[in-house]
């Protein structure tokens, strides 16, 4: 596999980025392949320039940048990932799944079906709704699309939307959600047959899928906040364990950004540390008759297991020996949660677009993104590359 480094430098890295730079620094494969890397728009090109797709970065967290272009126009963007798969929303609000490996594309039904109707926004996905407005926070591809079945979610701040299907779909169902207002959504898994939606205010939403879609959801109180109360709260996620089929984990930021963070150069980026900046990870039973009287536990340590989460579904990894044993990799590491969000950014310029939390440290490590700008279509999203599908590379 090592050989096959030099292929990976000039691939349609999975069929979908090509012409990575020929002078790609030999690494170590661990670095790059099946852990995630920061996919993001690479703004250095002049705007209006002839493309055959939109320029991007695919960025390892210990390695240099690769240049790469993804074969999508500039209408798109993508507005999810899980493995193999990018969600695009494009033209009319029209949403399509795409592999980047084969470049298979498995277009979903439109939203506009349910009532969603796009508005042409530069900085954000949204749709008018019931008189209201709804902005999209993600698509959610809970599984990867087949012949069979998969499910897609699309998490609007006031509902969620849900599309069974793979290369044929019954269309969009929105979830009853009459407990939810005045609270936002934030994120959704799907886990066990259920639908878990996350809220802006850390409380869950639970649907029985077996059930049908017109009942009422279970409620699971948002957990005890201890630690950090005195911080602004910056993002909420679940995370499926994979370790086995019941627990369910809930990850929390929160954060103060002083002024007085200590930036020590790296590669082309810097990485800044952030004492006041905190990660709150819980977990419980998800697969309890009754969630309502569920309640969620502190978590303090994932063992050789990161958490990658942002606009992704969520992944949950066990990092390789050659994470566990380097010395000189200041970023990446194990028994850590890797939060990317466009939510942060958002708020304050002065968060960090990535940042890296560990359950056993205080001290937090931020990496400024260079999609980080105004004319930003597209945020930062984890991708994972893999040579299980080399064979279908286009190779130059």
Known sequence: MTSRIDVLSRARLAGTCTVLLETVPRISLDMLLDLP???????????????????????????????????????????????????YVGDAGHIELHNVYTTVTVPLPPISSIGFDLVDLPDSVQFHFDQARAK?????????????????????????????????????????????????????????????????????????????????????????????????????????????NQTMLLVHTRGVVTGEEVESPYLERGLRSYGRMRCLVFQLNGMVWNLAG????????????????????????????????????????????????????????????LCRFSLNEDLALGVELTSNQARARCPPIWLVPSMRNAEDWNVR
């Open 37 to 87: 890397c920061v996919l993001e728009e690479d703004l250095s090109w002049p705007i209006g320039l002839p493309q055959e797709g939109t320029r991007c970065t695919l960025m390892p967290l210990d390695a240099p940048a690769l240049h790469a272009r993804l074969m999508s126009t500039p209408a798109k963007r993508w507005v999810g990932a899980n493995g193999d798969w990018l969600a």
């Open 294 to 353: 569920a309640h969620w536990e502190r978590k303090h340590d994932l063992g050789a297991y990161s958490l990658f989460i942002g606009m992704n579904y969520p992944l949950m990894i066990e990092m390789p020996p050659s994470v566990h044993d380097a010395q000189d990799l200041p970023f990446m590491k194990h028994g850590c949660i890797f939060s990317m969000h466009e939510r942060i950014r958002s708020w304050n310029g002065d968060f960090p677009d």
């Open 136 to 244: 999209l926070k993600k698509i959610a591809i809970a599984d990867a699309p087949s012949k069979k079945a998969g499910y897609s979610n699309a998490v609007f701040d006031i509902s969620i939307a849900i599309a069974r299907g793979g290369f044929t779909s019954d269309g969009w169902k929105l979830l009853r959600s009459d407990l939810m207002f005045p609270f936002v959504y934030e994120d959704d898994v799907l886990h066990g047959g259920r639908i878990f939606a996350l809220t802006n205010e850390g409380s869950v939403f639970v649907w029985q899928l077996s059930y049908g879609l017109n009942l009422a959801p279970q409620k699971i109180p948002a957990p005890v906040i201890i630690d950090g109360q005195d911080l602004t709260p910056l993002s909420w996620n679940l995370v499926p364990d994979i370790n086995d």
